[in-house]
């Protein structure tokens, strides 16, 4: 079945950086676009970036262009988000999340997701 | 950017009831639209897509409907299972948004 796990989250100071990762299988990692969606705290669901099922597009929110980098390693069915500058306001589950195709791009499956807390 | 509001925020359901939950866009999305549900603690699960198709393993009791900017969430005979957040969210445009959920509680 498919399956998505996010690794990586963790405590961070203001201003530094964070990886997460995100290992797929259950499905052909290489077909699929997969999204990043985060969820403040006792809030709710905020769209971060996508990545195309080959890499070659990729967008962002406004509230993380140029801070965040998507991107993937389809030999190793992984997925990346790499955090720079990071805020306060960027404390969140972040989860990755399959999109399929039926009549328009949808996110269908949804990792569990991992917290990143970012406090001095 | 498309602005998605859900009402109400919270509804009160006894078991076995209807809930009805709505979802409206400030522009047409047509049908490009996906409820999500999600319980605490847990990942949000895909309900419907395309504005009204159950996705694979959805009961029946969960029924979506409507089109460009108006959209209903139809939960018929709630079960203990059925009470969580409910979220609509477009894709027809980018960025993806999401409205900020409605929660189902036991009245």
């Known amino acids: 079945q498919v399956q998505l796990v996010e690794s990586g989250g963790g405590v961070v100071q203001p201003g530094r950086s964070l990886r997460l990762s995100c290992a797929a299988s259950?499905?052909?990692?290489?077909?699929?676009?997969i999204h990043w969606v985060r969820q403040a705290p006792g809030k709710g669901l905020e769209w971060v970036a996508v990545i195309w099922y080959d890499g070659t597009e990729k967008y962002y929110a406004d509230s993380v262009k140029g801070r965040f980098t998507i991107s993937r390693d389809n030999s190793k069915s992984t997925l990346f988000l790499q955090m720079n500058s990071l805020r306060a306001e960027d404390t969140a589950v972040y989860y990755c999340a399959r999109e399929t195709y039926n009549s328009g791009w949808y996110v269908d499956y949804w990792g569990q997701g991992t917290l990143v807390t970012v406090s001095s | 950017e498309i602005v998605m509001t859900q009402s109400p925020a919270t509804l009160s359901v006894s078991p076995g009831d209807t809930a009805t939950l709505s979802c409206r866009a400030s522009?047409?999305?047509?049908?490009?639209l996906a409820w999500y549900q999600q319980k605490p603690g847990q990942a949000p699960r895909l309900l419907i897509y395309?504005?009204?198709t159950r996705a694979t393993g959805v009961p029946a009791r969960f029924s979506g409907s409507g089109s460009g900017t108006e959209f209903t969430l139809t939960i018929s005979r709630l079960q203990s299972e059925d009470f969580a957040v409910y979220y609509c969210q477009q894709y027809n445009n980018w960025p993806l948004t999401f409205g900020q959920g409605t929660k189902v509680e036991i009245k």
């Open positions: 395309g504005a009204s």
């Open positions: 522009q047409s999305v047509s049908s490009n």
């Open positions: 259950g499905f052909i990692f290489s077909s699929y676009g």
